[in-house]
């Protein structure tokens, strides 16, 4: 039990020292990023949602 806990230990310095390694994204970054998934997401959502509505009127005329 003691090796599975120092074998824990270990790993979780290593975890740490290596996230101190990470060359992190800037705010700036993070936000820009964000807007432009933000915006695709919508662009996504609005594209089938049109999509969607001219199935459902083709089915519709179809199936009467």
């Known amino acids: 039990m003691r090796e599975k806990i120092g074998h824990l230990v ?4 290593e975890v740490r020292a290596e ?10 970054q993070v936000m820009g990023a964000t807007l ?3 915006v695709l997401v919508l662009l996504s959502a609005v594209y089938l949602g049109i999509v969607d509505l ?9 199936l009467g």
Do not use: D, H, M, T
């Not at 001219?54 to 179809?62: E, K, Q």
């Open 54 to 62: 001219i199935l459902a009127a083709l089915i519709r005329a179809v």
């Open 36 to 38: 432009v998934v933000l």
């Open 19 to 28: 996230s101190r390694r990470v060359s992190w994204a800037s705010r700036k």
């Open 10 to 13: 270990q790993f979780l310095k």
